[in-house]
T-cell receptor, first 114, second 113 residues
Framework: DGGITQSPKYLFRKEGQNVTLSCEQN?????MYWYRQDPGQGLRLIYY???????QKGDIAEGYSVSREKKESFPLTVTSAQKNPTAFYLC?????????????FGPGTRLTVL | GENVEQHPSTLSVQEGDSAVIKCTYS??????FPWYKQELGKRPQLIID?????GEKKDQRIAVTLNKTAKHFSLHITETQPEDSAVYFC????????????FGQGTELSVKP
């Protein structure tokens, strides 16, 4: 299951704190994505990036921020503005942003707000 | 934008039976339809995908069918086994959509021995 990694596996946050989730890939993929998964629900897109130094908001970007300074890295910051951040966060990458590339997922980070 | 509806939300079958999960999509420009399997606490993994230029694709016990006119696609699993138990997600992607996958809500499949 190598290729795309996320850390930490579990993260606990106090209310009012910002936390950053790491996502790294060594697949030489151009595109990277962040999804949020809540129990019993599908994956919802937070942010995505098709190329270095560029990213776009997904469907639920409020309260989150990202950066894409390197091709292999796409960290996600969960800010204090995110009202209900407890969830399972999945990062993914794909070979192409042209609309037909398989997305490979990382193992996920489970964030809990205390 | 694209919207994907998936049914049923839960499905229980006996080992050896077939299972069918159905999805509908709203954007006629969507042209790529993957299916992911997610075991409890693990990452989703692609099990099969289909592009809009074909109507059916099969890989051993798994098949996917696509009806572009009706804008729906289905996953078929034959001869189910207990290890098929997982949550299955369908998704749709449109051309020039930046690789954005829109996921269905998921189907929890339980295969009883």
């Amino acid at each position: 299951d190598g290729g795309i990694t996320q850390s930490p596996k579990y993260l606990f946050r106090k209310e009012g704190q910002n936390v950053t989730l790491s996502c790294e890939q060594n697949l030489n993929h151009d595109a990277m994505y962040w999804y949020r998964q809540d129990p019993g629900q599908g994956l919802r897109l937070i942010y995505y990036s098709q190329i270095v130094n560029d990213f776009q908001k997904g469907d639920i970007a409020e309260g989150y921020s990202v950066s894409r300074e390197k091709k292999e890295s796409f960290p996600l910051t969960v800010t204090s503005a995110q009202k209900n951040p407890t969830a399972f966060y999945l990062c993914a990458s794909s070979t192409t942003s042209g609309g037909d590339g398989e997305q490979f997922f990382g193992p996920g980070t489970r964030l809990t707000v205390l | 934008g694209e919207n994907v509806e998936q049914h049923p939300s839960t499905l229980s079958v006996q080992e050896g039976d077939s299972a069918v999960i159905k999805c509908t999509y709203s954007d006629s420009a969507s042209n790529y339809f993957p299916w992911y399997k997610q075991e409890l606490g693990k990452r989703p993994q692609l099990i099969i995908d289909i592009r809009s230029n074909v109507g059916e694709k099969k890989d051993q016990r798994i098949a996917v069918t696509l009806n572009k006119t009706a804008k729906h696609f289905s996953l078929h699993i034959t001869e189910t086994q207990p290890e098929d138990s997982a949550v299955y997600f369908c998704a749709a992607m449109g051309f020039n959509q930046g690789g954005k996958l829109i996921f269905g809500q998921g189907t929890e499949l339980s295969v009883k021995p």
